[in-house]
């Protein structure tokens, strides 16, 4: 009996240890070593239809070897604070793996040391809110290393507005117009009919 005990406390432990080790990463503990950037035309961006050029690369006022340890680059759409008021399901976490500001995949691809350049179409998916971008710096055990936005620290700049696809099309559109068009004419063609009839029964 106690020797099984002695076992479960060893795997607790373990487990305990190996989660502070690997599966514990911090935002705050990142270094902002990328500069991104996101250009899209003025105004409210539609999803489905809109696009943002998104640039990222490193920031090259930090030394030489800051990057040897990135092997991926990952690129994400994230909820401004705005759009987090009194929303659980976005709220923004310094434990990375409870972090919820960051749900929109961009892009992941392997780390290269140049400036990069993707022009990315929003997905149909993607709710109304207030956004920025954001990448992360991956190691070779997929671990967030380091990141960059192209909002300042507080999140309150460059920020973007999406709006959500409505659910209707014009297709949908123009069959509901012929369909209220017909029904006007079959209501009429009714009552032109009822008149004749009418007119009959008295002759």
């Not at 990463?25 to 050029?53: C, N, P, W, Y």
Request: hydrophobic letters at 40%.
């Amino acid at each position: 009996m106690a020797a099984r005990v002695l076992v479960l406390a060893s795997i607790l432990i373990f487990s305990c240890f190996a989660e502070t080790c690997y599966g514990v990463i911090s935002f705050s503990s990142l270094q902002r070593t990328l500069v991104v950037t996101a250009s899209h035309r003025q105004g409210l961006l539609k999803a489905g239809e809109d696009k943002i050029t998104v640039r990222w690369g490193l920031n090259q006022s930090f030394p030489a070897g800051t990057y040897s340890s990135y092997k991926t680059i990952k690129v994400q759409l994230c909820y401004a604070p705005i759009s987090q008021v009194d929303r659980a399901w976005r709220k923004t976490e310094d434990h990375l793996n409870k972090d919820k500001t960051c749900q929109f995949k961009i892009v992941k691809k392997p780390y290269t040391n140049v400036n990069e350049t993707l022009e990315w179409t929003i997905e149909r998916d993607v709710p109304t809110a207030t956004f920025f971008i954001r990448a992360y710096a991956l190691d070779s055990d997929d671990h967030e290393v380091a990141y960059g936005q192209n909002t300042d620290a507080e999140k309150k700049t460059n920020l973007f507005e999406i709006q959500a696809i409505t659910g209707r099309h014009v297709s949908l559109d123009i069959a509901s117009v012929c369909f209220s068009a017909f029904s006007v004419v079959s209501l009429m063609g009714f009552f032109f009919m009822e008149k004749r009839k009418a007119r009959k029964s008295q002759q």
